[in-house]
């Protein structure tokens, strides 16, 4: 047996453990303010928390059924699990930091540690079980109960640009009606804050209060049981804990003292059975128990299996907390869920999946959707602001996964971040110039609105920012007679058209169409005969 | 444009600009006298070309007739040199001004006494690929001298001007260092386009304009000349080292640039216009805007009443 003290023996282990959390969180917070174009391009580790994740990495690969390279990555999380158990909750997960930090707030500051109800424990089980089933079926839904993706896609669509807006309208009010003593201090510091903390620029997302309303239900959540994301429904930490189990590492003593039961009166996991025994699949290994053992008994330490079945009253922690009825109740309701969607989709209640408008480089049709595991990174990459998330336009499985939407931002002809920073694959990284030939959808006039056709004036904006070297937008030079004040004249009038062979659908003419609403040349997506056309990395 | 007019001119925006919340829809417009170019009025404006492959040296020659960076530039002014910076493409593809050459000019006016120069554009591109790119805010930065930078826009900077004198734009949003400046430089380079035919010292201006800038282009032309009246260059200089043949604004292509090695520069915007279409074989009268802006009075579009010296 070798034990594990304090490091340095009067620093209590929650000083540490603040420290690491804080660390990784601030290392994420890092890591997502460097998913933005900045200087000569995004690093490629942004998108880092994602490959580590076990979660996604499975899911993934049965999505894909094959074993994706850079998602191996997670094994360093696997490896942890069975070194000190489910200790990423506890250390490293940064979800699981905000929700210690920010959860007195929900809460306000009532007491909420300790076993509590239990009788929502089992759904994390049946959310695990519906993710790794749904992943080969077509329904990933790992994108909607990770963890890292949650709080992603809640930072990226809402957190973020609510930031930038507020610091924008507040030193902008500044800037317009305070003295020039006042200016002389804000205004470096806003330049200081947009350079480091802010994002570089103010975007913008459809549907930024879907995520914004998922965390703000895992924060209130709170309120009920500390940690209560974390004890009954994240799937990576019932994932990680089905894993702790098999560690040869535990506390000594397993059980609650008789008489005392600080221990589970202290647990923000809950982490104690009904007899009392601390439970590895649901420990966090956060020290807390260790630090306030009145007696100074609690520690953690290896063992081997068998000295665990030598001391059992010590050694041996609670059973898995999913007996066997309720393991085939929770696979029950795993295969439910992406069967109810199939037959929902088959009958046509809900929407089958159709063709958007996708990033370059992305897969094609149903391999997108299984491999995009919903990240938001290349939304938040896309320096325009054109990627936006889908909502339920492709039924209900295409959610949070990008499409372009030409309007808000245009598909930039000298860019690949979206290729460069999706982690799973479902945007292939593809070569400037393959890039450059990749067809996203087509453009297409609507000559009922078209400037030229329409109303007989001069516009052709779309023509001129066409990024193709020979342009694919054609202008065609027509006379048309006109009213004027002088009486009816003749003028000569360009107009334009599609050539199809060179369009590669980036959408900058829909964009810049001077048209107040819908644009008079819009793109659409590609019909099944020129899909296949498109390169594959 | 006289000296008094001028600081009164800065003096009223200033005030203004204090307290008026640039953001608002019904913010106070600013109404300037609509201003005319020096060159109208002048007996003769004069107009100079030079030709040469060191562009930094090619600046400083071809503003010799015209009295030198000084004529334009007094000390303590704050400068403002406009390039093209609105595409995503490099030097070569000769879609943007060249960056030697504004890095030159900047030099000039830091040189003649500019207490600030401010090198900027609204590209049509996304901004960070576009300034960086075109070599241009790397050429701005590499001068090393504080007063000279190249930021991108402030988004509170854009405020509404009244155009009184113009025919089919009376009011726009404009960039106010832009309207403010003391000294404006605009520096375009010499390119096809598709419904203006070229776009050239006029259309230069498409940078400082806010919101839907689009919407102009049916009435392109007078549209242009209208808001020139209240930018007013006080000098043109353009960029004619490579001009883009085919395919503009945008290009791509490299076989549509051709090298030609040349500056045009006069404190007359529609002289340097007029002149300037040769180089692509057409007239002076074949580009709208030039046309429009000549009947307003702004300059001369007729190349036999400018004195043209050739460096």
């Not at chain 1, 081997?304 to 050694?315: G, M, Q, S, V």
Request: charged letters at 20%; glycine letters at 8%; aromatic letters at 8%.
């Amino acid at each position: 047996m070798r034990r594990i003290r304090s490091m340095i023996t009067r620093i209590p282990w929650r000083y540490w453990r603040r420290l690491t959390q804080a660390a990784f969180l601030v290392a994420f917070l890092w890591l997502f303010r460097q998913a933005e174009l900045r200087g000569d391009d995004v690093p490629g580790f942004v998108n880092l928390p994602f490959r580590l994740d076990p979660l996604i990495a499975t899911s993934a690969m049965l999505a894909a059924r094959a074993i994706i390279a850079t998602l191996l990555l997670s094994l360093i999380i696997v490896a942890l699990t069975i070194f000190v158990g489910r200790a990423f909750c506890g250390w490293i997960c940064p979800l699981g930091t905000l929700l210690d930090w920010l959860g007195p707030i929900a809460r306000l500051f009532k007491n909420r540690k300790g076993v509590g109800s239990r009788r929502w424990r089992p759904i994390r089980y049946w959310l695990l079980i519906a993710v790794l089933v749904g992943a080969p079926f077509g329904l990933p839904l790992v994108g909607y109960l990770d963890p890292f993706s949650l709080l992603q896609q809640g930072m990226t669509f809402a957190i973020d640009p609510a930031l930038r807006w507020s610091a924008d309208a507040g030193f902008g009010w500044l800037y317009f009606n305070a003295s020039e003593s006042v200016t002389n201090i804000s205004e470096p510091v806003y330049a200081f804050l947009k350079d480091h903390i802010l994002s570089i620029e103010q975007a913008a997302y459809i549907g930024a209060g879907i995520s914004a309303g998922i965390l703000l239900v895992i924060f209130l959540l709170e309120r009920a049981q500390q940690r209560f994301w974390c004890r009954n429904l994240c799937p990576l930490g019932a994932m990680l804990g089905v894993i702790a189990r098999l560690a040869p590492f535990g506390r000594r003593p397993m059980r609650s003292c008789k008489g005392c039961g600080h221990c589970a009166h202290t647990c923000r996991m809950g982490a104690f059975d009904d007899g009392q025994r601390l439970e590895p699949q649901a420990c966090t290994v956060c020290m807390d128990c260790v630090d306030s053992c009145p007696h100074q008994i609690a520690q953690f330490l290896w063992f081997l299996p068998k000295k665990r079945a030598a001391a059992p009253t010590t050694l041996k922690g609670a059973p898995m907390d999913l007996s066997r009825r309720g393991f085939i109740g929770a696979c029950a309701v795993g295969v439910a869920l992406p069967a109810g969607f199939a037959a929902a989709q088959a009958t046509g209640i809900a929407p089958a999946n159709v063709r958007l408008l996708r990033p370059p480089g992305a897969l094609e049709g149903d391999d997108f959707l299984d491999l995009c595991v919903r990240c938001g990174e290349c939304m938040k990459v896309c320096i325009t602001n054109g990627l936006q998330p889908v909502l339920f336009e492709a039924g209900p499985t295409g959610l949070f996964t990008p499409r372009l939407v030409p309007r808000t931002g245009y598909c930039e002809f000298n860019c690949t971040l979206c290729g460069q920073v999706c982690p799973t694959g479902a945007i292939q990284p593809l070569p400037l110039a393959d890039k450059q030939q990749f067809k996203i959808g087509k453009a297409a006039f609507d000559e009922d609105l078209c400037l030229p056709y329409a109303e007989h004036e001069p516009c052709i904006v779309c023509e001129e920012h066409c990024p193709v070297p020979d342009k694919a937008i054609k202008l065609t030079e027509v006379e048309v007679e006109v009213e004027t004040e002088d009486g009816p004249s003749t003028i000569v009038l360009q107009q334009p058209s599609v050539d199809e062979e060179l369009c590669i659908g980036c959408g900058i003419c829909e964009h810049v169409c001077p048209l107040d609403d819908l644009a008079g040349v819009r793109i659409t997506p590609l019909n099944d005969d020129d899909a296949g056309e498109n390169v594959s990395a | 444009m006289t000296e008094e007019s001028d600081v009164n001119r800065r003096q009223f925006l200033e005030q203004v600009a204090a307290w008026s919340a640039g953001l608002a829809v019904a913010a106070p417009v600013f109404r300037i006298a609509s201003a005319q170019t020096p060159a109208a009025g002048a007996a003769s404006p004069v107009l100079a070309v030079a030709t040469g492959k060191d562009y930094g040296a090619l600046v400083s020659s071809v503003l010799e007739p015209l009295g030198g960076m000084k004529a334009f530039v007094k000390s303590g002014d704050r400068v403002v040199v406009k390039p093209n910076i609105g595409w995503d493409r490099t030097p070569e593809q000769a879609a943007n001004t060249h960056p030697e050459v504004v890095k030159a000019l900047v030099k000039q006016a830091l040189d003649a006494g500019a207490k600030e120069v401010l090198v900027f554009d609204r590209p049509c591109n996304e901004a960070r690929l576009t300034y960086k790119n075109s070599g241009i805010k790397e050429a701005v930065e590499s001068i090393g001298d504080k007063r000279a930078s190249c930021p991108f826009l402030d988004e509170r900077k854009w405020m509404p001007v009244k155009i009184e004198k113009g025919k089919v734009v009376k009011e726009w949003r404009l960039y106010g260092d832009a309207v403010k400046a003391d000294c404006y430089i605009n520096v375009p380079i010499a390119k096809h386009h598709g419904v203006g035919r070229l776009t050239l010292g006029l259309k230069n201006v498409m940078g400082v304009m806010g919101d839907n800038r689009g919407k102009i282009h049916r009435q392109l032309g007078q549209s242009l000349a209208d808001i020139n009246l209240v930018i007013a260059p006080k000098l043109t200089v353009i960029d004619a080292t490579r001009i883009l043949l085919r395919h503009g604004p945008s290009g791509g292509n490299l076989d549509d640039v051709k090298v030609l090695d040349t500056l045009v520069a006069s404190a007359d915007m529609v002289a340097t216009d007029a002149y300037a279409t040769a180089f692509f074989d057409m007239k002076p009268e074949d580009v709208p805007a030039t046309v429009a802006a000549h009947e307003m009075g702004m300059g001369e579009i007729n190349l036999e009443k400018v004195k043209i010296v050739k460096v």
